[in-house]
C-alpha cells in the first residue's frame, strides 16, 4: 500500500491505470504543479496521471471521485493564467502520452485527433494531407490541442480565420463520474440539441476531460502571403494605425503590435537582426491572392504611413515574413528571461486599441513598473506584460495594483478580461467584475449539473 498524504491512499489509482503510469517523486511533482503563469497559486499534488487512453482518463476520474480527491487536467502546461495549477489533494491528470492524430478525413476535411497532440504537429500532419488548421497561438511549437480546446486558444491569424472553437466539431469526453460521452459531429453542419461542445470549448477542464477531438480543416491552397510592416513612433500610433486599418474595412491575416521592450528581450536573445532604434513594430499579413492581395498590402502600408508608421514596407519573401513573424512569437519566451512576468491578457473594441494603449502606459508611469507589449491588435487582443524583478516585494505590489488597473480601464472601454489565455486563477477578480452576479450563478448551475462534487479542476475559471 503506498500513501503519499497522511489521509489520501493512491494504491487504488496504481491499481486502476497501472503503477507505471503514476508519478510520485518531489521532481516530477514540482514539474507537473503550475503552468507557465508565474504570478498564479499552487499546491503540490498528490500524483501526477500520464494517461495514454479514454478508459485511464476515467479510470482516474472515476478513482478520484471516489476517494474524494480533485482532478486537475493538463496538457503542456504553457497556459498564462494558472488553469492547470495543482489544487490541494488533487492528481494531476497529463494527456501530453495521448498525442496521435487518429485520422484524417480529405474529402470531409476533418481530422480527429488525441489531445496531447501539439498544434504544430498537427498542422504539419495534415499539410502533407493538403489541409490546414488555422488556429495559431503563439504558443503552437509547444502547446496541445487539448489545451487549446479547453481555454479556446486565439493566435496570430485569428483576426481572419477565428478561434479554436470555430474549428471544434465534436469530442469525446470524460464526465466527473467517469463516464464517457461523445458530443457533437462530423458533418459540415448540425444543430441537434445543446450546443455542448461549444460549452466544454474554454470550460478550462473544470466540466470534462477532452479524450479526443474532430477538427474542421480548410483547405492549404488558395493563400498567397504578403506581410506588410512599419515602425512608429509610439505604441499609441501603432494602434491608430490598429483602428484605422479596422474603420476601412480590412480584414487582415494577420495585425500583431511588438513595442521596443520585447524587440530588446528578442533581438539580445536570439540576434535577429532587429532594429534597436525604434519605438514599435506593426506587423500585418495579408493572404489573398494575385492582384487582391497587392492593392490590399498597398491599402495597408498606406494607412500605416498615414498613421505616423515610418520605413513601411511589404516583404512577400516567406523566409523573411517568417522572421518578422518569429520576433512575434518569442517575445513573451524572451521577456520571461528578465524576470516573473505577470501576464494580461484584456481585449478591447478595435476602435479603443489606441485609448487602451495610452492607459496602460498611464498606469506603467502611475504606479511605477515596467509594462512590455505585445498585441493581437487586430483583435483587440492586447497582452500587456508587468515585468518586476524577481524577490523584489514591493515591485510585486506595484505589478498587482498596476493588473487590476488595466483590468478596470479595459472594462470601462467595453472590453472583456480574457480574449484568449482563459480566466484560470488570475482573472477570478476581473471576471467577478464583468459578469456579475447573476451570470456567476448560472456558471455555477452549469457547474453543478455536470460536477456536482467538485472533482475537476476546482476553483478555476468562474
Ligand atoms: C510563449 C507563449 C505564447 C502563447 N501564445 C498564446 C496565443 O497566441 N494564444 C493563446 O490563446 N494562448 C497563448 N498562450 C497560452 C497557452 O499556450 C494556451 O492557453 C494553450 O492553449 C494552453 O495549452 P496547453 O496544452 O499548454 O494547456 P495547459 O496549460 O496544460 O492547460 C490549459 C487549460 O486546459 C485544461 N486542459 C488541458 N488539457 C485538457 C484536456 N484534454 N481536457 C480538459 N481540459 C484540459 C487545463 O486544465 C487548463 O485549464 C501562450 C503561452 C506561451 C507560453
Known sequence: MTIVSPDVDVSGLEAAVGADRVLRDPDSLARYSHDDAEWAPWETPLAVVLARTTEEVAATVRWAAASGVRVVPRGAGTGL?????????????SLELMDAVLEVDVDERYAVVQPGV???????????HGLWYPPDPASSAISTIGGNVATNAGGICCVKYGVTRDYVLGMTVVLADGSVVELGRRTAK????????????????????????????????GRDERAVIGYFPSLVAAGDAVAAVSRAGIVPAALEIVDRTCLRAVDEWMHLGLPDDVDTLLLARVDE???????????????????????????????????????????????????????????????????????????????????ANIAHAGDGNLHPLIIAPEGDAAAKDRAEAAFSAIVDDCLALGGTVTGEHGVGLLKLPGLRQELGQRVLDLHRSVKDALDPAGTLNPGKAF
Open 118 to 128: 501539439v498544434n504544430d504537429a498537427l498542422r504539419a500532419t495534415v499539410a502533407r
Open 190 to 221: 448540425g444543430v441537434a440539441g445543446y450546443d455542448l461542445v461549444g460549452l466544454m470549448v474554454g470550460s478550462e477542464g473544470t466540466l470534462g476531460v477532452v479524450t479526443s477531438v474532430t477538427l474542421k480543416l480548410l483547405p492549404l491552397a
Open 81 to 93: 493564467s494558472g488553469a492547470a495549477n495543482a489544487v490541494a489533494d488533487s492528481v494531476v491528470l
Open 289 to 371: 491572392r494575385g492582384a487582391a492581395g497587392d492593392e490590399l498590402a498597398a491599402h495597408v502600408a498606406d494607412i500605416f504611413a498615414a498613421a505616423g508608421g515610418t520605413d513601411v514596407e511589404r516583404a512577400t519573401d516567406p523566409v523573411e515574413i517568417d522572421r518578422l513573424f518569429q520576433a512575434r512569437r518569442l517575445a513573451y519566451p524572451a521577456l520571461e528571461r528578465l524576470g516573473p512576468v505577470l501576464t494580461e491578457d484584456v481585449c478591447v473594441p478595435r476602435g479603443a486599441v489606441p485609448e487602451m494603449l495610452r492607459r496602460i502606459q498611464a498606469t506603467a508611469a502611475a504606479h511605477d513598473v515596467t509594462i
